[in-house]
């Protein structure tokens, strides 16, 4: 059973245009959430986070929106520039006894033509 | 700041023989260190937790006796694949967080993975 999910496997947007990525999550108790950015052969390097006290946090040319009540959180990128073309995985970092450990989502190639 | 680093990048091996892989933060104390393997075109699968001076936590499905993981010190944790066999080739990708009380609590900084083909 998938806990956190990135239904589209694949993005493709103009360059200067909006990146939205989108993610779902299962479990109402995960309380911290991240996207990370990762290129082949390489380990993920970490873009933005949000913790579930919090709805927006930016950063730069990043933003992350979370909406509990539909247990959903994306990820903007504007201006989308090709440098960001990536694998973007959610991941959701779990409460309680298993704090710290980060569940991952399925990820979404993101393309950006100029 | 926050960098993790993995030695080998790369390794090629016979079937058999075992693997051991290291995986350092080299600008701050990881009390924790988690291991992930991921297949081509999946997602990042988390195989166990260590917390430095302790035994390894394993997720389910995965053997214990065959990815042993030892996190000696505050900055340096270990995976040896021992009799590795084909379907143990796969990516390899460590990463650690820091105590309670720091920027990194909440996040997991990654390696550059560990590209493992067992022949």
């Known amino acids: 059973d998938q806990q956190v999910k990135q239904n589209s496997p694949s993005l493709s947007v103009q360059e200067g245009r909006i990146s939205i990525l989108n993610c779902d999550y299962t479990n109402s108790m995960f309380d911290y959430f991240l996207w990370y950015k990762k290129y082949p052969a390489e380990g993920p390097t970490f873009l933005i986070s949000i913790s579930s006290i919090k709805d927006k946090n930016e950063d730069g040319r990043f933003t992350v929106f979370l909406n509990k009540s539909a247990k959903h959180l994306s990820l903007h990128i504007v201006p989308s520039q090709p440098g960001d073309s990536a694998v973007y995985f959610c991941?959701?970092?779990?409460?309680?006894?298993?704090?710290?450990?980060?569940?991952f989502g399925q990820g979404t190639i993101l393309t950006v033509h100029p | 700041g926050a960098v993790v680093s993995q030695h080998p990048s790369r390794v090629i091996c016979k079937s058999g023989t075992s693997v051991k892989i290291e995986c350092r933060s080299l600008?701050?104390?990881?009390?924790?260190m988690f291991w992930y393997r991921q297949f081509p075109k999946q997602s990042l699968m988390l195989m166990a937790t260590s917390n430095e001076g302790s035994k390894a936590t394993y997720e389910q499905g995965v053997e214990k006796d065959k990815f042993l993981i030892n996190h000696a010190s505050l900055t340096l944790s270990t995976l040896t694949v021992t009799s590795a066999h084909p379907e143990d080739s796969s990516f390899y990708i460590c990463s650690a967080r820091s105590g309670r009380g720091t920027r990194s609590y909440n996040e997991q900084f990654f390696g550059p993975g560990t590209r493992l083909t067992v022949l």
């Open positions: 991941a959701v970092n779990a409460g309680g006894t298993s704090y710290g450990k980060l569940t």
């Open positions: 600008d701050f104390q990881a009390t924790t």
